[in-house]
């Protein structure tokens, strides 16, 4: 069953600076081990694959990520880049960036970053970041991002209910997906220029974002 807001890959396309057709999946288990497949069969640079759901979605030290169908954006994006000492600073920080600036065209302008790659706004996760990497000949990275969007505190599994939020709960209303998914893809197509061009700038960026947590959270 669609969604009112169903993810519509025209629209994503047209908003993707890559010019590369957006594929919308209705369900898979994670859209960043389905687009590692393609960057290894040659996808190039710039290849969106978004899930309405996930049933095996996962974040940074294979932590099970929570993607409740059609209130969020669960996405993945493949970046064609050498891969080394040099790269991997910029490329960690360059979606964390984005989301950023996403948030704060939307109206949410206290989101900070809590390293290495997780989004907090009062303290609640709404964002995180999984990069994998294929180095070699061909090397490409595999950037997948986790929004909440529109859940409620219901929407969580009871475990994640004091630890996470969407931004429907931080800003009191609930926001377009397509409008999201279409502003962040630009801010991610500016971010990504800076990291061949300007990685500096980007570097300062995501440090100017930084939060300082306790170690033990």
């Known amino acids: 069953m669609q969604t009112p807001d169903a993810l519509d890959p025209a629209l994503l396309t047209a908003a993707s600076p890559w010019g590369v ?17 393609l960057g290894e069969q040659g ?20 932590r099970p990520w929570s993607s409740a169908p059609g209130l969020g954006l669960w996405f993945s994006l493949l970046l064609r880049m050498e891969i ?12 964390a960036v984005a989301l950023v600036e996403t ?55 009871e475990e994640l209910r004091d630890r996470a939020a969407s931004l429907a709960m931080v800003a009191g209303t609930k926001f377009d997906r397509n409008t999201v998914a279409s502003r962040l893809l630009a801010e991610l197509g500016k971010t990504r220029r800076l990291i061949g061009e300007s990685p500096e700038p980007l570097l300062a960026a995501w440090r100017r974002h930084l939060l300082q947590c306790d170690k033990s959270e």
């Open 21 to 37: 057709p957006v594929r919308v999946l209705g369900e898979t288990t994670s859209s960043n081990d389905d687009l590692l497949m």
């Open 43 to 62: 996808a190039p640079e710039g290849s969106l694959i978004f899930a309405e759901r996930q049933t095996a979605g996962r974040g940074q030290f294979r």
């Open 84 to 95: 080394n000492d040099d790269t991997i600073p910029s490329l960690s920080a360059f979606a």
């Open 103 to 157: 948030l704060g065209s939307l109206g949410i302008a206290d989101a900070g970053i809590k390293a290495p790659n997780d989004l907090l706004v009062g303290g609640k996760k709404v964002a995180g970041i999984l990069v994998e990497t294929r180095p070699g000949r061909d090397s490409f990275a595999v950037v997948g991002i986790g929004l909440n969007v529109n859940q409620g505190p219901g929407d969580f599994p």
